[in-house]
């Protein structure tokens, strides 16, 4: 079953939400080498199954767009998806590595697809794909910096939801509790609240 934009909206939010109650406990810097950023926990853990699985399933969803219906060899690629496949297929048209998004808490941006343009993964994605199926080893692995890095990715693949294709994408629908997608990069506001996609 096909979901819409608000679906993932919605989803996006309530992720959000558990990422601020971490932060509850684990404040962000804006020094990504600050010993907050090291720590691992079970929470953190959890996070990371939750946004890393939506962000693969919103990938999915780009991918099954009929606007892809024309490439060669789309069915075997719907079948057998995977990363590359989402950095073959879709990062020619969305370029994602090239997005920014400036964190409120922090006042600094991010770039949350880093490295998907090239052969390497977002430094986060690595890990949740290494090892999602080893919790004990993820609880180690996976920190603050991941699952802010992560729901900037979430986000983006949300605002790209393909049901918005074509029609206006209104800014002020999306929580600026964490990111501001007015101070980001490329702006993803023009004019006073809305942008065409």
Same mark, same amino acid.
């Given at each position: 079953?096909?979901?819409?934009?608000?679906?993932?909206?919605?989803?996006?939010?309530?992720?959000?939400?558990?990422?601020?109650?971490?932060?509850?406990?684990?404040?962000?810097?804006?020094?990504?080498?600050?010993?907050?950023?090291?720590?691992?926990?079970?929470?953190?853990?959890?996070?990371?199954?939750?946004?890393?699985?939506?962000?693969?399933?919103?990938?999915?969803?780009?991918?099954?767009?009929?606007?892809?219906?024309?490439?060669?060899?789309? $069915?075997?690629?719907?079948?057998?998806?995977?990363?590359?496949?989402?950095?073959?297929?879709?990062?020619?048209?969305?370029?994602?590595?090239?997005?920014?998004?400036?964190?409120?808490?922090?006042?600094?941006?991010?770039?949350?697809?880093?490295?998907?343009?090239?052969?390497?993964?977002?430094?986060?994605?690595?890990?949740?794909?290494?090892?999602?199926?080893?919790?004990?080893?993820?609880?180690?692995?996976?920190?603050?910096?991941?699952?802010?890095?992560?729901?900037?990715?979430?986000?983006?693949?949300?605002?790209?939801?393909?049901?918005?294709?074509?029609?206006?994408?209104?800014?002020?629908?999306?929580?600026?509790?964490?990111?501001?997608?007015?101070? $980001?990069?490329?702006?993803?506001?023009?004019?006073?609240?809305?942008?065409?996609?």
């Amino acid at each position: 079953m096909t979901r819409d934009y608000q679906f993932f909206l919605r989803r996006y939010e309530q992720i959000e939400a558990d990422y601020i109650e971490i932060t509850d406990f684990i404040e962000p810097k804006d020094d990504f080498s600050d010993p907050s950023y090291t720590v691992g926990s079970s929470r953190l853990m959890d996070f990371c199954i939750k946004v890393g699985t939506e962000v693969e399933t919103i990938f999915r969803e780009i991918l099954n767009n009929q606007r892809f219906d024309q490439l060669v060899d789309i $069915s075997a690629k719907r079948k057998n998806q995977s990363i590359d496949i989402y950095r073959e297929v879709i990062e020619p048209i969305y370029q994602l590595s090239g997005n920014k998004l400036y964190v409120i808490s922090i006042r600094k941006e991010i770039a949350p697809f880093e490295n998907f343009s090239s052969v390497g993964y977002p430094k986060w994605f690595s890990i949740y794909s290494k090892y999602k199926h080893d919790k004990l080893e993820l609880i180690n692995r996976w920190n603050l910096e991941h699952s802010l890095f992560a729901l900037g990715s979430l986000l983006l693949l949300v605002i790209n939801h393909p049901s918005l294709e074509n029609k206006m994408f209104r800014i002020h629908h999306v929580s600026r509790l964490v990111f501001d997608l007015s101070s $980001s990069q490329p702006k993803f506001c023009q004019g006073v609240a809305s942008v065409t996609f």
